[in-house]
């Protein structure tokens, strides 16, 4: 006879697993006096259901940092993972919940938890959601620029497919990888799908490839529609390599933003330079010239 093996949680005792609790549901709803008096009537925090998930998934994946709150003081266990191994930082981030991000990382949260082919970091649930607050706190905590995602592939890839400028402004500023690729595929050719020309501006801005094919041989230009703003501007842009080359001082940036990596941000803040010359390699602001530079 086959018996079907079930799947226990590792990071719990076998009794504190049980079907979606009271404590689940006040959490889940946001019903903060209930949590808290089931909490102090004994009800345990870790509780979790037979997919893994805790009180604690439920307060940060409805958004309800008061709930969250509750349960951290109660010794709910910051960074479980679920059964498909999201954690509850990840399901902040994508709930978009800037109070529950702030909270989890207040309390030790992983800012980079393993990630399995059902997972994003919550650097990517960040980027996907939008939200350029919390894509912030993750890069100043530590969030990996380089992650990668089964589907998306690094966190850059992420926020140009959904078309978040300001969250690709924020990964390029760190020091995210402007030419990274999954299957070849390139930031790049996300921006030219989702046609966004301030978009595709910002990457050539930084240095993106845009002759780089992907595993059909497709160049980001082969994802527009001809005589759109998008193919007009991949074709003959001031950024464009088929129309006027980039200046040698734009080419200085990109170049030493390079060689720093995913560290840009730190070490050009270390450099002794003028205060202009430092805005312009973190792209704080974007003068037409240096040269006047005394």
């Known amino acids: 006879m086959h018996v079907r093996q079930l799947f226990i949680p590792t990071n719990v005792d076998l009794c504190f697993w049980a079907d979606r609790t009271a404590l689940h549901e006040a959490a889940s709803h946001g019903r903060a006096l209930q949590l808290k008096q089931l909490i102090e009537s004994g009800a345990s925090v870790n509780m979790v259901t037979v997919d893994n998930i805790t009180p604690l998934h439920e307060a940060c994946i409805q958004a309800h940092p008061n709930c969250?709150?509750?349960?951290?003081?109660?010794?709910?266990?910051?960074?479980?993972?679920?059964?498909?191994?999201?954690?509850?930082?990840?399901?902040?981030?994508?709930?978009?919940?800037?109070?529950?991000?702030?909270?989890?990382?207040?309390?030790?949260?992983?800012?980079?938890?393993?990630?399995?082919?059902?997972?994003?970091?919550?650097?990517?649930?960040?980027?996907?959601?939008?939200?350029?607050?919390?894509?912030?706190?993750?890069?100043?905590?530590?969030?990996q620029l380089e992650a990668y995602d089964v589907h998306f592939g690094p966190p850059l890839h992420a926020a140009c497919a959904k078309g978040h400028v300001d969250c690709v402004r924020e990964l390029l500023r760190a020091g995210a990888n402007v030419n990274s690729v999954k299957f070849h595929e390139t930031a790049l050719h996300h921006a030219a799908r989702v046609a966004m020309v301030d978009l595709i501006e910002l990457l050539a801005e930084f240095g993106a490839n845009i002759n780089a094919s992907d595993n059909l041989g497709r160049k980001p230009v082969d994802y527009t529609t001809p005589a759109s703003p998008s193919y007009s501007f991949l074709n003959d842009g001031f950024f464009s390599f088929t129309g006027n080359p980039l200046s040698l001082q734009q080419l200085c940036r990109v170049t030493v933003r390079r060689m720093f990596g995913t560290r840009a941000s730190e070490l050009i803040s270390q450099l002794d330079i003028s205060h202009r010359i430092h805005s312009y390699l973190q792209y704080s602001d974007h003068p037409t010239s240096l040269l006047s530079e005394t």
């Open 68 to 143: 969250a709150r509750l349960l951290l003081e109660a010794g709910a266990q910051v960074s479980s993972p679920s059964q498909s191994s999201h954690t509850p930082l990840c399901n902040a981030c994508a709930s978009g919940s800037l109070g529950c991000v702030k909270l989890l990382l207040e309390y030790g949260a992983k800012v980079n938890p393993s990630l399995t082919a059902l997972t994003a970091s919550p650097l990517h649930e960040a980027c996907i959601q939008g939200n350029v607050d919390i894509v912030k706190l993750m890069i100043a905590s530590g969030g």
